[in-house]
């Protein structure tokens, strides 16, 4: 047997208020590359629950970029390291250079997908241009004064390049091997977000913090004239030119999305994100690629909140939002079809299982770190229960997507949630509380620290920082003490989990150790020989046949274990960078775990 990688449901773009988001498309028009966590995502634009991921960058990534060949991606990341990795293969990295001691804002291939400007935030210099398989110099990046935000290369002969600046400049430069030609010092009067040569290479543009659209000859760098002079009403991040050199797209923090005509001057398309007349900070616009080789014109744009809007021409509205997770997953939860994770921020998303696109929970959701997801045991209606650093239990209503009723203040902070029957109890530091129907039913105090909860029919296990798994018996909303406690973990237990029959319990403690009960009368262990995760134990699910349990860990791994043959795993290695924090099974024959990468994956068990 063995677990083989189904698809990727990938992360969104990581996005920083006042700052550029890059998008980059390959040259057919079928992928686009963004940086996001320490991970870039290739994502297909037709298919978005398809996506590739690269996990070589040791630090947070803030950029990537298609070779014009399509066969390579130059990503950058915080740390002034650039990586040159096969898009087409397997993902093997060609090269790894240190380039500036700080952070990449952008980087530009030139037009035979040899040489790459990389630019950003560095000490003795902001940016340098290398061969990519080589690393060798060709050429020196230099006239800024500070940070440079952005660069484009001019993709004939004879070779140009051209970048933006926090010091309001834009430097043009001849090439190669590329060397300051001009500083263009009257144009723009605050940051230079974006610099983008037409693909013809007859113009260039430059856009920034304040609000202009500027154009200038490509071959000399002379500036032509500006446009759209107080359309735009916020700061300006994105710019990319459509194939034809004919128009060009750019992204405000006006929440506006507008294609213009360089030859005529002005805005022939306007798309507005977020409610009519209502200022949304999250719909601001930070990025935008036009992609080329497609024949429908469609645009991409990311807004702040990372979420990815398909904008076709002749509609007002986006035709696709694609929504993910900007921050570490830190609980998941099943539900049918509905796969929910809570993030680190607070966001909830469903995820549609069939289609791996994934919807936000409406209504008010959780402030910060979603701590617990379960599914409501009750056969009436499909709803899930989470709970959050915020010290509230909320419920979803599953087929609507939205978050109903009240928020419960729980006045403590809570560890754990389990639901059975129609009571949910949620686990604190000191005690377990009971809610029944949004309210408090009782509240059991525990001599011990709880870290984790599981429930199924009457029976509540409760893991603790003593080593123990204390079981209980709920009659009614009254939790009682049995007097029973699993004795075998060598660690505090960090995950419980109980199977879909109630007939088995399985618990995970902190050192990577699993360990399986029969669940009920005597207790009797199936199996300790669950130990080949590392580090702490986040999450654990059992299959509906019991025969299996699927665990995830702060190791990256995921593994899938057999009641029947103990000493059999099977396993995804580096599953999640930053460690697994959910899993879950659909279907028989199926596995989600979501992790602190931000994306879910999907794992088949082949036998």
């Known amino acids: 047997m063995s677990l083989v990688s189904d698809a990727i449901w990938a992360a969104s773009p990581t996005t920083t208020r006042g700052q550029p988001t890059p998008l980059s498309s390959d040259p057919k028009g079928e992928r686009i590359a963004y940086a996001s966590g320490k991970s870039i995502f290739l994502r297909s634009i037709d298919n978005p629950s398809v996506s590739k991921q690269y996990t070589q960058h040791t630090a947070q990534t803030t950029v990537a970029r298609f070779s014009p060949s399509g066969f390579y991606v130059a ?14 293969g397997e993902g093997a990295t060609k090269g790894d250079y240190h380039i500036i001691a700080g952070r990449i804002n952008d980087i530009a291939w030139d037009g035979d997908s040899q040489r790459i ?56 430069y001849h090439g190669a091997p590329f060397k ?88 022939i398309q306007t798309w507005r994100m977020g409610e009519e007349g209502v200022v949304s900070i999250p719909d601001q616009q930070v990025g935008v690629v036009w992609p080329t080789g497609r024949s429908d014109g469609l645009i991409v744009s990311v807004d702040l909140e ?4 398909y904008l076709v021409d002749g509609n007002p509205k986006p035709t696709k939002v694609v929504r993910g997770h900007q921050k570490n997953i830190t609980s998941a939860g099943i539900s049918g079809s509905t796969f929910a994770t809570g993030s680190y921020d607070g966001r909830v998303l469903a995820w549609d299982v069939s289609t791996g696109l994934a919807d936000k929970v409406e209504g008010a959701s959780h402030s910060n770190y979603v701590a617990g997801i379960t599914a409501a045991d009750s056969k009436s209606q499909a709803e899930l229960y989470t709970v959050g650093w915020d010290d509230t239990l909320r419920s979803i209503s599953v087929p609507n997507k939205i978050f109903t009723g009240e928020a419960s203040e729980l006045g403590f902070q809570p560890k754990g949630i389990a639901s059975t029957g129609d009571v949910t109890l949620v686990a604190s530091a000191d005690s377990i509380a009971v809610y029944s129907k949004g309210s408090k039913a009782s509240l059991l105090s525990v001599k011990y620290a709880a870290t984790s909860i599981a429930a199924h029919g009457s029976t509540v296990a409760v893991g603790g920082d003593d080593k123990l798994v204390h079981i209980y018996t709920l009659s009614g909303t009254e939790l009682k003490e049995t007097g029973t406690e699993l004795r075998r973990a060598t660690a505090a237990i960090s995950a419980v989990a109980f199977s879909a029959s109630g007939s ?12 399986a009960y029969e669940a009920g009368g005597d207790w009797k262990i199936i199996t300790d020989r669950w130990s080949a995760h590392t580090a702490r134990i986040t999450c654990l699910a059992w299959d509906e046949s019991e025969k299996y349990a699927a665990s995830g860990s702060l190791d990256t791994n995921v593994m899938v274990w057999s009641v029947e043959d103990p000493g059999k795993r099977i ?25 602190g990468d931000a994306s879910i994956k999907v794992w088949t068990v082949k036998a």
């Open 75 to 88: 990503s950058g990341d915080v740390s002034g390291a650039v990586k040159i990795w096969d898009c087409a």
């Open 504 to 515: 088995k319990l399985a618990f995970g403690a902190s050192n990577g150790k699993i360990y």
């Open 306 to 309: 990372g979420n990815l809007n």
């Open 180 to 267: 300051f030609n001009t500083s263009l010092r009257e144009q723009h009067n605050r940051f230079v977000f974006g610099t983008a040569f037409s693909p013809d290479g007859l113009l260039f543009a430059s856009v920034g913090a304040d609000k202009r659209i500027w154009l200038y000859d490509g071959k000399t760098g002379e500036a032509k004239g500006q446009i759209g002079e107080g359309v735009h009403t916020g700061s300006i991040f994105g710019i990319s030119w459509a194939k034809d050199s004919k128009k060009f797209v750019t992204a405000s923090a006006d929440q506006t999305v507008r294609i213009w005509d360089p030859e005529a001057g002005k805005a």
């Open 117 to 172: 400007i990389a630019v950003g935030d560095g000490k003795e210099r902001f940016g340098h241009c290398i061969t990519a398989d080589s690393g060798n110099s060709v050429g020196e990046i230099s006239g800024h004064s500070q940070q440079i935000n952005s660069v484009s290369i001019r993709q004939q002969r004879p070779l140009r390049a051209v970048t933006g600046s926090d010091d309001s400049s834009l430097v043009f």
């Open 571 to 595: 396993k995804a290695l580096n599953a999640h960078k930053d460690g697994v924090t959910g899993v879950a099974w659909e279907k028989a024959t199926k596995v989600l775990s979501a992790g």
